[in-house]
């Protein structure tokens, strides 16, 4: 039951970085003037949804990421963005640190070359769309949270005639 149970809670934000994931590769591959998507970043990409999947919920169950669950749910959405960015710059910064240690041969120099090494440009692209996408992760989640699945599936998908399904864009 716990395996299933963590299968299952996994696997939204599993699926959502996963989507994230495949449009950052796609966009990088644009960046370098590549047409599509290879195997490989295919595959970085889904074990990269897989890890940051796994890091959230585990981020999740810190106290530190519940500090401001009992205020609006722009803080705690707010908050929640911020550990993300946190925990994924550090992903970022390892999966170009990697290839670099493969090429030194040890993390020390590695972490040198670092600094010199990274296209910054391309970097901070992919961290800006990191950051949106976290912002829309979190906003979702968090509705979800204060309305109930049920209740956003409901008004998502609803045929009932009591619901207004008339949106007032001007407010």
């Not at 963590?6 to 966009?27: C, R, S």
């Not at 370098?32 to 796994?54: C, D, F, H, M, R």
């Not at 710059?89 to 030194?104: A, N, V």
């Not at 041969?105 to 600094?115: K, N, P, R, V, Y």
Request: one cysteine or more; charged letters at 15%.
């Amino acid at each position: 039951m716990f395996i299933k149970h963590e299968f299952l809670e996994m696997l939204p934000p599993t699926i959502f970085f996963f989507v994230v994931f495949h449009i950052i590769a796609f966009t990088r591959a644009l960046m370098t003037e590549q047409y599509g998507i290879s195997i490989a970043s295919s595959s970085a990409a889904t074990i990269g949804a897989l890890i940051v999947g796994k890091s959230i919920l585990i981020a999740d169950k810190l106290p530190i990421c519940n500090w401001f669950c009992e205020k609006r749910l722009i803080y705690n959405v707010a908050w929640r963005t911020f550990l993300y960015v946190i925990i994924v710059l550090l992903f970022q910064f390892l999966e170009e640190l990697i290839p670099l240690i493969f090429k030194y041969g040890a993390i020390s120099t590695a972490s040198e070359h670092l600094i010199e090494e990274i296209k910054w440009p391309r970097f901070w692209a992919i961290h800006i769309l990191f950051i949106v996408f976290l912002v829309i992760y979190n906003v979702a989640t968090g509705v979800i949270g204060a309305i109930g699945r049920n209740e956003l599936l409901d008004i998502l998908v609803s045929s009932k005639s009591n619901r207004s399904t008339k949106v007032d864009w001007k407010g």
